[in-house]
């Protein structure tokens, strides 16, 4: 029995043992890791297993409003220019005396050197008189002022302290202070007046225009331009940019246009818009004198059809000296100047012209061009003019 016992029990243990390797091997199997898959990352950089779906992104949904309706689209406009206030005349006077007396000089110290001699011989007088041909005051005048400092100097017995004055006289004499230097731009019976501006291309005649129209703003009137010289498209454009600038209204036609018809056109808007004066830049073609006759006799006798010209001013070079003198004459045999505008009297100029332009057709220097500026136009002032001449 005992026998019995102990196999049963042995074969028990045995039992035991395998179950319990058996338990073993299956806990030991469960706890083996498993192998990491295959990954890539998507854009966002989130790890995507190979063989699954991508998932899509997608924004929530927005959430609609109602369209606001469209404003109306208005149209784009220019800025309005910003207009410029020219200077006064008292202004332009002062500037005149300062840019004279730097540009005109040397005529002065000159004849005062030879005149504050101990002794004025013949050899002085002469110098004298060559001093005075080389600042273009022309051979007439020249002669008739060297006669009265003789005089002045010899007979009345004035010494070298008092050459000065007696040259301020004389000079002042020669360019004759009597004469009536007031532009004539006033109508009558509710016309306006007009000034027609003659001159060859070159003198600065366009500029000459836009500055006038600057002088006459500046005196609070109304001034309307006419761009008469039809045959060069750079003059019509000039003149409208100077009328812009002061906000002066400028009648022009297409290139080649008739000009008696655009200066026709001119005073007929002035005369209804009740402007004061309406100014007309002409034609400067100086090759046919019987062409240039014909054309600006043309545009005076359509203007007068409106309103008379009340003043005709010839724009002259300084520069161009005695050479100007030839064209003075052709223009006033043509029209009936009134007044004279010297325009670059700054520089090179010689202030001998003044005199010699004068004597030539009788008629005033109204006006003198000293710079580029837009308001370097200034009233001729025989006072300051002279003084000027003599530093």
């Not at 009340?310 to 043509?334: K, P, Y």
């Amino acid at each position: 029995m005992e026998a019995i016992a102990i196999l049963i029990l042995v074969i028990a243990l045995v039992g035991v043992a395998l179950v319990a390797t058996v338990t073993g091997l299956v806990v030991t199997r469960r706890r083996k890791p498993a192998p990491l898959p295959d990954t890539h990352t998507d854009v966002l950089g989130t790890p995507v297993e190979d063989g699954a779906e991508p998932v899509e992104l997608s924004s929530p949904p927005a959430t609609l409003e109602p369209e606001a309706p469209e404003a109306p689209v208005e149209p784009e406009t220019a800025p309005a220019p910003t207009l410029e206030r020219p200077e006064s005349t008292a202004s332009r006077l002062q500037r005149l005396r300062q840019r004279l007396a730097g540009s005109q000089g040397a005529l002065g110290r000159g004849l005062l050197a030879l005149l504050s001699r101990d002794r004025l011989d013949e050899d002085t007088w002469e110098s004298i008189e060559d001093t005075l041909l080389t600042a273009d005051i022309g051979v007439g005048p020249t002669q008739e002022l060297v006669d009265r400092l003789r005089t002045r100097m010899r007979v009345d017995g004035a010494d070298a302290s008092q050459a000065r004055e007696v040259l301020r006289e004389e000079l002042l004499a020669l360019v004759d202070p009597s004469m009536d230097r007031r532009l004539q731009v006033s109508g009558e019976d509710g016309r306006p007046g007009v000034v027609l501006v003659v001159g060859v291309n070159g003198a600065g005649k366009t500029t000459t225009v836009g500055k006038i129209a600057r002088i006459l703003v500046a005196e609070d009137r109304s001034v309307v331009l006419g761009a008469a010289d039809t045959f060069r498209a750079a003059a019509v454009e000039q003149l409208a940019t100077w009328g812009e600038r002061v906000g002066v209204d400028v009648v022009r036609g297409p290139e080649g246009t008739d000009p008696a018809s655009v200066a026709f056109e001119a005073v007929k808007q002035g005369a209804s818009e009740c402007a004061d004066t309406v100014i007309v830049d002409t034609a400067g073609r100086l090759q046919n004198k019987a062409g240039l006759m014909d054309e600006l006799g043309k545009v005076k006798r359509v203007i007068e059809k409106q309103a008379p010209v009340t003043e005709v001013l010839l724009v002259l070079d300084a520069t161009t000296g005695q050479n100007g003198m030839i064209q003075a004459r052709v223009f006033s045999e043509v029209v009936d100047v009134t007044g004279i505008v010297l325009t670059k009297l700054d520089g090179s100029a010689k202030g001998g012209i003044v005199v010699a332009v004068q004597r030539e057709l009788g008629v005033p220097v109204k006006l003198v061009g000293l710079g580029e500026g837009p308001d370097d136009l200034a009233p001729f002032d025989s006072g300051a003019f002279v003084d000027a001449l003599l530093g």
